[in-house]
């Protein structure tokens, strides 16, 4: 067994009904109030403990009282948000076990000018971009597909060789080889010397004055929260340094595994090898571990955390490696499983330290197969886990799979991230059913199904939660309340059949009910969340856990 902790963050936390006796909780619990004295409903209060890197947010509720779950020892500070208004952070209070603190809040603070989200245009772009002859071809054909200010936007990122930016091009014309906008051979050299020259660590590059720290409370709501809005908790502490999570999972047990990608650092003297572990969280004693996977060739690249029915955790190992990793809880036994290598695979990975031969982004389980989209080779893995053996559903050039499930009848549905379609396949006779999106340049994401076999997905770039009506094939979009929400995952609470989805760009989750077509939406305590994947406990529909830009926590909805 190879099993490494690296630390553990203890919290002790309960939700639901508390104790009558307030004498012996350790909770923080006051009254919100506006300047002119009066209780405030609806407010939002953020209790954080900087030493522990965690933090919490309740709404305060009838008579402006608020109180938090039960917290650690430790010192804490202290904020109320309110509309237009917030209080003054509080010095650190101390917190000691079984001992209440009282902590009353002043609305008088007026909450700095928010400045609107929009999408760039092709002159915003151009007005960051030194002049050059790609200059024109990255405006009319790169910002397609990365037009949204912040949303998984690598357009203009740095790497750190002419050899990388080759591989990066490279790709990039594979993705695109049957698309009407593909790049010819003579437009990926221009890009590669263009990138190379500007935008590398080869080549100097002007420095930029820092601008003003960013508000931590712009992206919290500027009206009181009201109606089921206010009925929620929310959670959330600092993973540790570089953990690049990529996906969650919860199992039977509501204990929650986190794929940390350990993203690779471009540096001066070359390429640094993130760290990749399993992150595992226990929604009990929130004591956060790790496990190490067995070692490879390469530095490992952990994505697409899923657990199976049997309580296995599975991931993909997305480095150079390309295998499949099966983790036992119980017995601490890992088993590896290669992937075959997908066609033309050299051209555009030779080092091993990109994204890998496969790049699986989601995993899906059926009959006892473990099932993997592969972004990067274009093909559908099934995995036998009994013999290892491995069998591929190409897919076209173009149309790469990104999110996987299958519905109630084993029909194996698919969302195709740049064709703006989602497509069922027939494992048994590969035949397939198209379903194109109504929005275009949609960069769909995860897809889910609900309690009655209807397909949901996400679209990043448009914001859209995509339904597709199992009995009838029509495809329905919906807009969540706030603009530029950036859709990236979306999950489903079967018991009450709540859609519920991440906005990676408003820092919200957000649930849908299909019965009256309207969303809710539960800020989340810090900004620039970046929500990643998320994941409803199937111990608890009520809590639906993320992970995100470094950090992990949940939404609790308090029926």
Excluded at 132 to 141: C, D, N, R, S, V
Excluded at 196 to 221: C, I, M, Q, V, Y
Excluded at 429 to 434: F, W
Aim: contains cysteine; aromatic residues 8%; hydrophobic residues 35%.
């Amino acid at each position: 067994m190879l099993r490494r902790i690296e630390f553990a963050v203890l919290i002790t936390l309960a939700f639901g009904c508390l104790p009558s006796d307030a004498q012996n909780r350790t909770v923080i619990s006051g009254v919100v109030k506006n300047a002119s004295g009066e209780p405030i409903e609806g407010a939002l209060v953020r209790v954080r403990c900087a030493d522990l890197g965690l933090t919490f947010m309740v709404i305060s509720q009838a008579q402006g009282r608020y109180s938090t779950p039960n917290l650690l020892p430790g010192k804490y500070t202290i904020e109320g948000i309110g509309g237009e208004y917030q209080s003054k952070p509080t010095a650190p209070a101390e917190v000691s076990s079984g001992a209440p603190t009282k902590m009353d809040l002043v609305l008088n603070v007026a909450r700095n000018a928010m400045t609107p989200k929009r999408r760039k245009t092709q002159a915003d772009y151009a007005a960051t971009m030194p002049d050059g002859p790609a200059k024109q071809l990255i405006l009319t054909k790169c910002v397609a597909c990365h037009d949204l200010d912040g949303v998984d936007t690598r357009t203009l990122r740095i790497l750190g060789s002419r050899h990388e930016w080759e591989e990066d091009m490279g790709l990039h014309k594979y993705y695109m080889e049957d698309r009407p906008d593909h790049l010819s051979d003579d437009e990926v050299k221009l890009l590669v010397d263009y990138m190379t020259k500007n935008f590398s660590l080869e080549s100097p590059r002007p420095s930029r004055e820092a601008g003003p720290a960013p508000d931590p409370n712009n992206h919290l709501p500027r009206t009181l929260l009201k109606g089921p809005e206010i009925k929620y908790v929310a959670m959330e502490f600092n993973l540790r340094r570089d953990a690049a999570p990529h996906d969650i999972s919860i199992d039977s047990q509501g204990i929650a595994w986190i794929s940390e990608h350990g993203e690779n650092e471009h540096t001066e003297s070359g390429i640094k090898g993130g760290v990749g572990l399993i992150g595992r969280i226990d929604p009990k004693t929130l004591t956060y571990t790790h496990v190490s996977p067995p070692p490879g060739k390469w530095p490992s690249r952990v994505s697409g955390s899923a657990v199976d029915p049997q309580g296995i955790v599975w991931n993909v190992d997305n480095s150079h490696n390309a295998r499949m990793i099966s983790y036992n809880p119980k017995n601490g036994e890992f088993k590896t499983y290669d992937l075959p290598a997908p066609p033309r695979q050299q051209e555009f990975d030779e080092s091993g330290w990109g994204d890998g031969s496969a790049n699986i982004n989601s995993i899906t389980f059926q009959d006892g197969f473990v099932w993997g989209s592969g972004l990067l080779s274009g093909q559908i893995y099934k995995l036998d886990p009994v013999s290892g053996g491995v069998i591929t559903y190409p897919v076209p050039k173009g149309r790469p799979p990104y999110g996987l499930v299958f519905d109630n009848n084993k029909m194996l549905w698919y969302s195709a991230e740049f064709a703006d379609e989602i497509v069922k396949l027939d494992t048994s006779n590969g035949k397939r059913i198209h379903y194109k999106v109504l929005t275009p340049h949609a960069d769909l994401r995860h897809i889910q199904t609900d309690a009655i076999g209807n397909v949901w997905a996400s679209a990043q770039q448009t914001g859209k939660l995509i339904k597709v009506d199992a009995r009838t094939g029509q495809v329905t979009e919906y807009s969540p309340p706030t603009p530029l929400s950036g859709i990236d995952t979306v999950d489903v609470d079967r018991k009450h059949n709540l859609i519920w989805v991440g906005e990676a760009e408003t820092d919200r989750l957000a649930r849908f009910d299909p019965r009256t077509n309207t969303f809710v939406e539960f800020p989340l305590p810090g900004r620039a969340s970046a929500v990643k994947r998320i994941a409803v406990d199937p111990s608890n529909p009520n809590r639906v856990w993320w992970c995100g830009s470094n950090r992990a926590g949940y939404v609790e909805v308090i029926e």
